[in-house]
């Protein structure tokens, strides 16, 4: 894998500075991690909700058949409220296979634009690269979830090797197994390691590059309050993501709607 283009990193650098100032006046409550190879969470927090499993991920990897909808969430003690449809009109953005160089500035460029914090399902893999890019995604107030370290379906591994994928992932509260694909087994470890499965409400399949127009009408369709929206900023190309997105939430924002980063 090459490092940032030349051309990126003013880009990566003018963000970084902007979101360092706009922290000074504000200060995070979230600190600065990289990938890690075990993730913990105080016991204090008490036992985990069930899973959020909704459609399968279908970016990378064999397509499996959707898991049934569980969206019935049993709420946690604050901070980590998963009563995701108690806050009004807030929907939750998502965006895996990241970071990357090219795109995720751009989508963070977006975010800061329409004041948008969202969820970055990330690769410990590409953590290991751009770690500068999670830093920036921190510094400006978005959540980053564990996406496992390169992307294997878990599903398909032996046990101590998808145990092995998972915990080398980025350090959070929060686990999104590429494909989509998991089971009891993967639910277990994920739970061991203090994390949740999360998957989502709406798949805009913006991986197929659909056309800008696509992936808007995906996001349009399935907004309503609490729905987790999966999008992609890594993995490709993701100009077409990056359109929908700015379009979407022009039209989302005049209509009441805000937007959140998942409790990871």
């Known amino acids: 894998m090459t490092k940032p283009p030349g ?13 360092v100032l706009a922290q000074a006046a504000k200060p995070s409550d979230h600190s600065i991690t990289s990938a890690a190879p075990v993730v913990q969470v105080a016991s204090a927090h008490g036992p985990l909700s069930p899973p959020i499993t909704h459609k399968q991920d279908r970016s990378v990897g064999p397509r499996k058949p959707p898991h049934p909808s569980q969206r019935s969430i049993t709420p946690t003690t604050a901070p980590d409220d998963w009563n995701l449809t108690a806050h009004g009109k807030v929907l939750y953005l998502t965006f895996d296979d990241g970071p990357q160089p090219e795109w995720t500035p751009k989508v963070l460029q977006v975010l800061r634009k329409h004041k948008a914090h969202a969820t970055f ?44 994928e998972i915990a080398s992932g980025v350090k959070s509260k929060c686990l999104r197994p590429p494909t989509g694909a998991t089971n009891a087994k993967i639910e277990a470890t994920a739970a061991a390691l203090h994390q949740r499965q999360v ?10 590059k659909p056309g800008t127009a696509k992936i808007e009408h995906e996001i349009l369709r399935g907004a309503r309050p609490g729905a987790i929206i999966l999008m992609h900023d890594g993995g490709g190309n993701r100009s077409q993501t990056v359109a929908a997105l700015d379009s979407a939430l022009t039209k989302l924002t005049k209509l009441g709607y805000s937007y959140q980063s998942l409790p990871c």
């Open 7 to 19: 051309k990126i990193l003013p880009l990566v650098a003018a963000l970084l500075c902007g979101a």
């Open 121 to 164: 399902f990330v690769l410990g893999i590409q953590v290991a690269q751009f770690p500068e890019l999670v830093t920036l995604e921190r510094a400006a107030g978005h959540h980053v979830g564990n996406h496992t370290w390169d992307h294997k379906t878990l599903t398909l591994l032996p046990d101590v090797k998808m145990r092995q």
């Open 199 to 208: 998957l989502w409400d709406v798949d805009t399949e913006d991986w197929t």
